[in-house]
């Protein structure tokens, strides 16, 4: 079955640091740029860092956060550290297939995990 | 960091019902932008790339236009399966941005 799922989610007091890990099945793990994506309770989506299929280019919205992958574990990381209030969420990682048109490239989520919920409170 | 603007924030509808939702860049994104659906308690699902590219299983009701700085999402005939909140997410450059949403809600 084509899926991801995602651990480490927990309690976790301000300052702390938590590793979060995506496990993928069913597909070439290491065909694919990865993303990982984040919901506040109630609130919206927000992305988050996304890594290429080799690790060789990454991207993120904050520096507190480095995603990595390993692909001979099919598995993506998050690490997360100084963590705040505000980082209370849902992270989701998902899929980023990459779809090129006329010399244009676009990125599309196209398969996500049910998300591990990271709650940051004293 | 590019701002994405979607209006409006909810609407309600009834089944049958032609929706209509829009999302604005705070600039241009030539046609560099996806829609998702999210139902409650699960995971989003892509619906639209590259503005008016319908991913493959979604049904024909949904359409995408737009390019440069404006977007629509439109749903043609609202099922009961399509009650959730939508998002808008510009792929043109980094941070890659989502609008805040629209949740769509039975009138």
């Known amino acids: 079955e084509v899926q991801l799922v995602e651990s480490g989610g927990g309690l976790v007091q301000p300052g702390e640091s938590l590793r979060l890990s995506c496990t993928a099945s069913?597909?070439?793990?290491?065909?694919?740029?990865m993303t990982w994506v984040r919901q506040a309770p109630g609130k919206g989506l927000e992305w988050v860092a996304n890594i290429k299929r080799d690790g060789s280019d990454l991207h993120s919205v904050d520096s507190r956060f480095t995603i990595s992958r390993d692909n001979a574990k099919n598995s993506l990381y998050l690490q997360m550290n100084s963590l705040r209030l505000e980082d209370t969420a849902v992270y989701y990682c998902a899929r980023d297939r990459t779809y090129c048109n006329g010399g244009t490239c676009y990125d599309l989520f196209d398969l996500w995990g049910q998300g591990t919920l990271v709650t940051v409170s004293s | 960091a590019i701002q994405m603007t979607q209006s409006p924030s909810s609407l309600s509808a009834s089944v049958g019902d032609r929706v209509t939702i829009t999302c604005r860049a705070s600039?241009?994104?030539?046609?560099?932008l996806g829609w998702y659906q999210q139902r409650p308690g699960r995971a989003p699902k892509l619906l639209v790339y590259?503005?008016?590219t319908l991913e493959s299983g979604v049904p024909s009701r949904f359409s995408g236009s737009g390019s440069g700085t404006d977007f629509t999402l439109i749903i043609s005939s609202l099922q009961p399966e399509d009650f959730a909140t939508y998002y808008c997410l510009q792929d043109y450059s980094y941070p890659r941005t989502f609008g805040q949403g629209t949740k769509v809600a039975i009138k």
């Open positions: 600039q241009a994104i030539r046609n560099d």
């Open positions: 590259a503005a008016s």
């Open positions: 069913g597909f070439t793990f290491s065909a694919y740029w």
